[in-house]
């Protein structure tokens, strides 16, 4: 960068934006993420390269990085650096399908479960150590290892032999390794709990609101079992060994919004907080799997979700205000883009996506997929390879090349978009809509619902103080311990 840009002296080079229009005001969008308001005359004088060394603004778009000077070069090519650092670390979370069995029958099952008693879906040990082999051939420093299912704990030695042998091999390896766990908890016992605590395993599970929404949604193979009860139990249960342990963790907890809760984004909130949570992620429904089959009865248009999602959000906010320190993760996701110089690293949004760059998903018969959704899609479209393969050869294959290029968003109509470096392409999504990896829809459904939270964030950044204020708050409390309240970090 620094040798291809001509800066003339005592002047600057505007760096590439995009612009967005706001409450008749310009945003205007630096390609490493900083971002400044300007109104029609100052956005003139900008282009009109009519700023002067002395004035307040071009200092502060020079402290941006959206204006380039002598001064700030090497800065902006350092936050370049630090936010596509992620590229050339190698895959770091590693999503283990330990089984393909379940015990309950989810009306939105986005991986086609197979019934509790089809053991022949189970990971076998063999292929788990295996498995495990294959995950260390990887170069990034941390390793954090996602068993998933199915139910998980449908095979729980499995998951005991995964995690102890990892350890053994870590011993030479010494990564920093981290283990978590999806599950339902319908399986949980105290031997297991000792044994994830014990071993450090974070204990991820799914929580849909209300009782009665989680029970219509998340349906038991066993009659009368209410789900409900049954995770809200092991939730308590489990916070309470964590608080016991003097750890700052929390159980974690997704929902997945369908037809049935798309209406009530207030009555959802309500209910993790009354489980104890003050965080929420509200996402929507993946077109995938059996959620695929009955999408007629459980879907929804992108302009409802919206609408659910930002209704979530204001109320939220209400919270806050009144002194309730509540969030939600996606606004916590783009946020943290949009004011620090931080990269989340989400995988769903980055470009190109973590698929194969950042993450990779083994399936119960050690068939090694791109992500967790492309094991989802119904076919060997992402599959890479197998365990038995080398990682050199399945990385640089020309179906991981193919994946990775279809995820980076330099495709025109994403190029003219003022989200972009905030933003990314989901090639799963993009070949269930296409049945292609070649984007060709400007404005599909995932495209509208990114688009109207990163106009909503923004729009409330720059017109409500408070909350502008407030999402410094939500972010900061997000980020590591030695980060937070960092000012340093903030745009």
Not at 202 to 210: E, V, Y
Not at 229 to 255: F, H, N
């Amino acid at each position: 960068m620094a040798e291809t840009v001509l800066i003339p002296a005592e002047g600057y080079v505007l760096q590439k934006v995009r612009i967005k229009r706001l409450s008749s005001k310009n945003i205007i969008v630096s390609d490493h993420g900083p971002w400044c308001v300007l109104d029609d005359e100052q956005w003139d004088r900008v282009l009109n390269n009519a700023l002067l060394p002395s004035e307040p603004l071009f200092a502060d778009l020079e402290k941006k990085g959206i204006i380039l000077t002598e001064n700030n070069l090497r800065m902006v090519t350092s936050q370049y650096k630090e936010r596509y650092s992620h590229l050339f670390i190698g895959p770091s979370l590693h999503i283990l399908v330990i089984t393909k069995r379940c015990n309950h029958k989810c009306v939105y099952c986005h991986m086609s479960a197979a019934r509790g008693d089809m053991a022949e879906f189970d990971m076998g040990k063999e292929t788990a150590r295996k498995t495990v082999d294959f995950i260390f051939k990887s170069p990034t420093p941390t390793l954090h290892i996602e068993f998933q299912g199915g139910e998980s704990l449908m095979n729980f030695d499995v998951i005991k032999e995964v995690v102890l042998y990892a350890e053994k091999v870590n011993e030479t390896k010494k990564r920093t390794l981290e283990f978590s766990l999806v599950s339902n908890l319908s399986l949980m016992d105290e031997e297991k709990l000792m044994f994830l605590l014990d071993h450090h395993v974070h204990i991820c599970t799914s929580l849909d609101g209300t009782e009665e929404i989680h029970n219509h949604n998340r349906r038991s193979e066993l009659r009368g079992f209410n789900s409900f009860a049954t995770t809200k139990r092991w939730i308590d249960r489990i916070r309470a060994e964590y608080q016991k342990l003097g750890s700052d963790r929390d159980v974690s907890a997704l929902i997945t919004i369908n037809r049935n809760a798309i209406d009530k984004a207030k009555e959802v909130i309500d209910a993790y907080r009354e489980c104890g949570f003050s965080m929420i992620h509200l996402r929507s429904l993946n077109n995938l799997g059996f959620a695929s089959r009955s999408w007629h009865k459980i879907g929804y248009s992108a302009e409802e979700f919206i609408r659910f999602w930002q209704e979530g959000i204001e109320y939220i906010i209400g919270l806050n205000k009144k002194g309730e320190f509540f969030r939600e993760r996606t606004a916590i996701i783009m946020l943290q883009k949009m004011l620090t110089t931080i990269n989340p690293n989400y995988v769903d949004l980055s470009s190109p996506c973590g698929a194969c760059v950042s993450v990779l998903t083994y399936d119960y018969n050690g068939k090694i997929y791109s992500c967790d959704e492309g094991r989802m899609v119904g076919d060997d479209t992402f599959c890479l390879g197998e365990i038995q393969d080398e990682f050199k050869d399945l990385m640089g294959s020309k179906k991981a090349c193919a994946i990775v290029t279809s995820s980076i968003n330099d495709l025109s109509f994403c190029d003219e978009c003022a989200w972009k470096p905030y933003c990314g392409l989901c090639p799963v999504h993009t070949y269930q809509q296409s049945n292609s990896l070649v984007p060709l829809n400007i404005q599909d459904d995932r495209c509208k619902i990114l688009m109207a939270q990163f106009d909503f964030l923004m729009e409330k950044l720059v017109t409500d103080d408070a909350f502008a204020v407030l999402a410094r708050r939500w972010v900061s409390a997000g980020l590591p311990k030695e980060l937070r309240g960092c000012r340093e970090i903030f745009i």
